[in-house]
């Protein structure tokens, strides 16, 4: 019999020095066949390199060996464990009928490597097998159903997560951390943040992962105040739950500055502050433009050893731009051991915005050089540059190599960007004709680029009608559009029409914008 044929194999199947480390140091000879694989194939899952218990596999199929339930269920997650999902996969498909935790063991492969279509469809396979799915593999399903590696071919439903959790009160399954953690999860990236809240309040026990991402979800949503409150009443906090929001606050110039406090809490609290920390205060720095509170967040990059990192640098120069250090930003821009598009893109942009639009078309050309393909917003900032700069001709070299080149069809901004070029240059009936013959609709920015240039050089005509199809797009909406028209037509002497248009925007009731300056603190001193 087969069975008797693998004990004359067995000392060629496993490797030397094995038979000294099996359970209770009994002789190999003395176990059956399959508890000695079993211990062996139990052994390498357990060890740090896995990959060596695969000629075990080899050495079954050689012998004509086979296994029972519990060899298969442990070679499923050898392979799965040695990132072979292929040969799990056919070791599970090989079990006569498998069982849940077979099929836990392998959903849980496919979500881990990215196959979530292959997920999805095993744990359909589930339901038609008779098997009933339990906590595990319902949380299996929430966290593939919110996952980015979804692709557009997999349509599921809208409601998934509200099946799920039907299916959980419908079964009666148990609540565990993992399940709860799961669907919370889910219902915030769904944007479902009152089903994610009342799924939080049933929770017995406190969870910083669930308190992290009910924190995630109002923040996405512009929720400050709730983040806040779910923030407060954890106990238990971790650098996690710290991050969630200093990120969360540093998206906006309103509560920048709390972020910057938030930072400084976590570390009074006796977390140190890793890439994340750093890259979230970092914005709020840019979003102030508090340049000495961004030097000091520096130093500390420096002193953590991050520096180096590719989003440390591009945080960092992208701060110093916004602030004004473009020189600050170049020397981080110089130091950096490897760039990306980001990198060159927000160099090429502080360039610009900082009044240096020579040195943000040369390394425009430069980025070429290096082989590094430019995005929409690298070309905005080198059109924005040539634009400062007057230069027409290469304005349109870099507006027609966007398709011709990189088969990038421009957007609105390009075009919005190419009429302020020639705006300001001078030439209005070219930019008219440009917006007249765009293949798309011009929007309200094309048309505001337009009649922003006709205010700059005195010109009635082309202004009014700019200002007329940019009133026919949103007459409310832009009343910058007015005071604009407004101008021009009194640089023209012509005060009759100002009247008109002032009685306009009286009957409409638009406002006319308050300016504001936005100044530093600690250069106002």
Same mark, same amino acid.
């Given at each position: 019999?087969?069975?008797?044929?693998?004990?004359?194999?067995?000392?060629?199947?496993?490797?030397?020095?094995?038979?000294?480390?099996?359970?209770?140091?009994?002789?190999?000879?003395?176990?059956?066949?399959?508890?000695?694989?079993?211990?062996?194939?139990?052994?390498?899952?357990?060890?740090?390199?896995?990959?060596?218990?695969?000629?075990?596999?080899?050495?079954?199929?050689?012998?004509?060996?086979?296994?029972?339930?519990?060899?298969?269920?442990?070679?499923?997650?050898?392979?799965?464990?040695?990132?072979?999902?292929?040969?799990?996969?056919? *070791?599970?498909? @090989?079990?006569?009928?498998?069982?849940?935790?077979?099929?836990?063991?392998?959903? &849980?492969?496919?979500?881990?490597?990215?196959?979530?279509? @292959?997920?999805?469809?095993?744990?359909? %396979?589930?339901?038609?097998?008779?098997?009933?799915?339990?906590?595990?593999?319902?949380? =299996?399903?929430?966290?593939?159903?919110?996952?980015?590696?979804?692709?557009?071919? =997999?349509?599921?439903?809208?409601?998934?997560?509200?099946?799920?959790?039907?299916?959980?009160?419908?079964?009666?399954?148990?609540?565990?951390?993992?399940?709860?953690?799961?669907?919370?999860?889910?219902? *915030?990236?769904?944007?479902?943040?009152?089903?994610?809240?009342?799924?939080?309040?049933? !929770?017995?026990?406190?969870? *910083?992962?669930?308190?992290?991402?009910?924190?995630?979800?109002?923040?996405?949503?512009?929720?400050?105040?709730?983040?806040?409150?779910?923030?407060?009443?954890?106990?238990?906090?971790?650098?996690? *739950?710290?991050?969630? !929001?200093?990120?969360?606050?540093?998206?906006?110039?309103?509560?920048?500055?709390?972020?910057?406090?938030?930072?400084?809490?976590?570390?009074?609290?006796?977390?140190?502050?890793?890439?994340?920390?750093?890259?979230?205060?970092?914005?709020?720095?840019?979003?102030?433009?508090?340049?000495?509170?961004?030097?000091?967040?520096?130093?500390?990059?420096?002193?953590?050893?991050?520096?180096?990192?590719?989003?440390?640098?591009?945080?960092?120069?992208?701060?110093?731009?916004?602030?004004?250090?473009?020189?600050?930003?170049?020397?981080?821009?110089?130091?950096?051991?490897?760039?990306?598009?980001?990198?060159?893109?927000? !160099?090429?942009?502080?360039?610009?915005?900082?009044?240096?639009?020579?040195?943000?078309?040369?390394?425009?050309?430069?980025?070429?050089?290096?082989?590094?393909?430019?995005?929409?917003?690298?070309?905005?900032?080198?059109?924005?540059?040539?634009?400062? &700069?007057?230069?027409?001709?290469?304005?349109?070299?870099?507006?027609?190599?966007?398709?011709?080149?990189?088969?990038?069809?421009?957007?609105?901004?390009?075009?919005?960007?190419?009429?302020?070029?020639?705006?300001?240059?001078?030439?209005?009936?070219?930019?008219?004709?440009?917006?007249?013959?765009?293949?798309? %609709?011009?929007? &309200?920015?094309?048309?505001?680029?337009?009649?922003?240039?006709?205010?700059?050089?005195?010109?009635?005509?082309?202004?009014?009608?700019?200002?007329?199809?940019?009133?026919?797009?949103?007459?409310?909406?832009?009343?910058?559009?007015?005071?604009?028209?407004?101008?021009?037509?009194?640089?023209?002497?012509?005060?009759?029409?100002?009247?008109?248009?002032?009685?306009? =925007?009286?009957?409409?009731?638009?406002?006319?914008?308050?300016?504001?300056?936005?100044?530093?603190?600690?250069?106002?001193?």
């Amino acid at each position: 019999m087969r069975i008797f044929r693998l004990a004359s194999v067995a000392p060629r199947i496993f490797p030397s020095n094995h038979y000294a480390t099996l359970p209770l140091k009994q002789d190999v000879y003395s176990l059956s066949p399959a508890v000695t694989i079993a211990g062996a194939l139990q052994e390498y899952i357990n060890s740090p390199s896995p990959k060596a218990g695969k000629k075990i596999h080899a050495g079954i199929i050689k012998t004509g060996f086979r296994p029972d339930l519990n060899i298969s269920i442990k070679l499923l997650i050898l392979h799965l464990k040695c990132g072979c999902v292929t040969y799990a996969r056919q *070791v599970f498909d @090989e079990l006569p009928k498998p069982t849940l935790s077979a099929y836990n063991y392998l959903i &849980s492969g496919y979500l881990k490597h990215g196959l979530v279509k @292959e997920c999805l469809l095993l744990v359909q %396979r589930i339901a038609y097998s008779g098997e009933r799915a339990d906590g595990y593999t319902l949380s =299996m399903v929430l966290k593939a159903s919110s996952s980015s590696s979804l692709g557009s071919r =997999m349509i599921l439903p809208r409601s998934l997560c509200r099946l799920v959790h039907s299916r959980i009160i419908k079964c009666d399954v148990e609540l565990d951390d993992v399940l709860i953690t799961a669907l919370v999860d889910a219902y *915030v990236k769904s944007g479902k943040l009152e089903c994610a809240r009342t799924v939080f309040e049933t !929770m017995k026990d406190e969870n *910083v992962v669930c308190s992290t991402s009910m924190i995630s979800g109002y923040m996405n949503q512009g929720f400050v105040e709730d983040a806040e409150e779910i923030f407060n009443a954890t106990t238990v906090k971790d650098i996690v *739950v710290y991050n969630a !929001m200093v990120e969360g606050l540093s998206r906006s110039a309103e509560t920048a500055k709390k972020a910057v406090e938030m930072y400084v809490s976590m570390q009074r609290a006796g977390f140190h502050p890793n890439i994340s920390s750093f890259a979230s205060v970092i914005g709020a720095c840019s979003v102030l433009t508090a340049h000495e509170v961004g030097m000091q967040v520096h130093g500390q990059v420096m002193k953590s050893g991050v520096d180096t990192h590719i989003k440390m640098g591009s945080s960092l120069l992208d701060m110093y731009a916004k602030c004004g250090g473009v020189d600050d930003a170049r020397r981080v821009f110089d130091q950096m051991q490897e760039k990306n598009v980001f990198s060159w893109t927000s !160099m090429i942009d502080g360039y610009g915005k900082n009044g240096n639009p020579e040195e943000a078309l040369e390394l425009f050309a430069k980025m070429k050089g290096v082989h590094i393909a430019p995005n929409y917003v690298t070309f905005l900032g080198a059109l924005s540059a040539c634009s400062h &700069s007057g230069l027409v001709e290469k304005g349109y070299e870099i507006f027609e190599s966007m398709q011709r080149d990189y088969s990038m069809k421009p957007k609105m901004e390009h075009y919005a960007c190419m009429v302020d070029l020639m705006g300001r240059a001078g030439e209005l009936s070219e930019a008219l004709e440009f917006v007249r013959e765009m293949p798309e %609709r011009p929007n &309200s920015d094309v048309w505001a680029a337009l009649l922003s240039s006709c205010r700059l050089h005195g010109n009635v005509d082309i202004a009014s009608i700019a200002a007329d199809e940019l009133f026919k797009l949103n007459a409310d909406k832009r009343p910058g559009a007015y005071i604009a028209l407004s101008n021009v037509l009194a640089s023209a002497g012509k005060w009759e029409n100002v009247s008109e248009i002032r009685d306009v =925007m009286k009957a409409r009731k638009i406002p006319k914008n308050i300016g504001r300056s936005w100044i530093s603190e600690e250069k106002a001193q």
